[in-house]
């Protein structure tokens, strides 16, 4: 038997986990330039995956990073420079991809020179610059995007719609985790070990998930322990949480985090969104693409998507590196800043997740004593 030109039945079509319109005109599509490249490359190339965002620019101290980025993207403009970057009248959407401490500066910058941002999570991981940023976004008016890709990955979108539709009924608990050994995380980031915490980092995506499903978290309850690959590399923070949080509204999650594991990935994937409603429980998880849920007839289904998606959210055969997650939040928040319609997470959703953050590392430091949430929040203004 003979198939036309250009038809493998076997090979997945890479389809889009976010609805595009394809109709969308060039004049519409927002101009990206993205600083940090190291991880922004990946947010330049999913862009292309977008009908609303196009990428412009790109931006890193390093210039062998720019020239080895340019051979993949030759129509965008490479630079060392942020203010050339920024002076760019084609760039809408400024996407910051660069070590955490610089974050809060740059988004700064970003906002003065008229630019819309999207920053890579935890936004800052400082107080004091916390407030400055915020400070800055209510002068100037400008839209910034908390690039959560976890919640961008089509096994917890589903969750998501589902749980928006009713399925699981009201939610009572919540359980999220992230593991994920980080030896390479270490050998490319050295600033790590000794300015900031895995509360800011990794433990940000479990965080995040409780946040959005239970609402407005009221105290936390942590401890932490430093693994042998943190000790290895004089990592001053935790880098093993356990934390209890409860909600305003009296409901209760757990979210755990783990970066020297040695992981079981058959077991359990690095993250694990668990959800426990009054009429039903579900699971979504990542690196695999799988949706689980007890059906109205008692019988327990798994979506397996991950054939369907893959080419589409990992590029290629290898399981990371966010493209579909980051090609769907560049075309959400772009949507949203087109219709003006609301997003989520915005810049203060982000900082009360700071908050929250903070309030863990402090529980952490106190031996789980409890720790509100609240007087960080008015701290910060919010």
Not at 25 to 36: D, I, K, N
Request: charged share 20%; proline share 5%; with cysteine.
């Amino acid at each position: 038997m003979t198939h036309p030109t250009g038809y493998y039945p076997r090979i997945a079509r890479g389809v889009h986990s976010y609805p595009v319109d394809e109709s969308v005109p060039a004049s519409e599509r927002l101009g990206l330039g993205v600083v940090g490249l190291h991880e922004g490359r990946t947010a330049l190339l999913a862009a292309l995956r977008t009908t609303r965002v196009r990428p412009v620019v790109g931006c890193d101290l390093d210039p062998e990073t720019c020239n080895s980025v340019a051979k993949d993207l030759p129509e965008v403009m490479f630079t060392t420079s942020y203010a050339e970057l920024l002076n760019n009248p084609a760039v809408d959407i400024v996407g910051i991809y660069t070590p955490d401490p610089v974050h809060g500066e740059q988004i700064i910058a970003a906002f003065e020179a008229g630019k819309d941002v999207v920053c890579t999570k935890p936004v800052v991981n400082d107080f004091e610059i916390a407030q400055q940023v915020l400070a800055a976004g209510r002068r100037t008016g400008r839209k910034l995007f908390v690039g959560q890709s976890s919640r961008f990955f089509e096994s917890l979108r589903r969750q998501r719609r589902a749980f928006e539709r009713g399925e699981i009924g009201p939610i009572e608990v919540v359980e999220t985790q992230y593991t994920h050994r980080m030896d390479w995380y270490y050998n490319g980031r050295p600033w790590i070990a000794a300015k900031s915490d895995w509360v800011f980092l990794g433990l940000s995506h479990p965080l995040d998930l409780l946040r959005w499903y239970l609402g407005p978290i009221e105290t936390v309850s942590a401890v932490g322990t430093h693994s042998a690959l943190a000790r290895e590399n004089g990592c001053t923070s935790f880098d093993i949480y356990s934390v209890h949080a409860v909600s305003t509204s009296g409901k209760i999650g757990r979210a755990f985090g783990h970066y020297g594991a040695h992981e079981l990935p058959r077991a359990r994937n690095s993250i694990e969104c668990l959800l426990y409603g009054t009429h039903g429980t579900s699971l979504a998880k990542y690196h695999d693409m799988e949706y689980s849920y007890v059906g109205e007839d008692g019988v327990e289904r798994v979506e397996d998507m991950l054939y369907e998606y893959r080419h589409y959210h990992f590029n290629n055969e290898v399981h990371g590196m966010h493209y579909g997650e980051f090609a769907n939040y560049l075309q959400y928040f772009a949507d949203a800043l087109h219709t003006g319609t609301d997003y989520s997470p915005n810049l203060n959703e982000g900082l009360e997740t700071l908050c929250i953050m903070e309030a863990v590392r402090r529980s952490a430091l106190g031996g789980g004593q409890p720790v509100a949430v609240q007087p960080l929040m008015d701290e910060l203004g919010l």
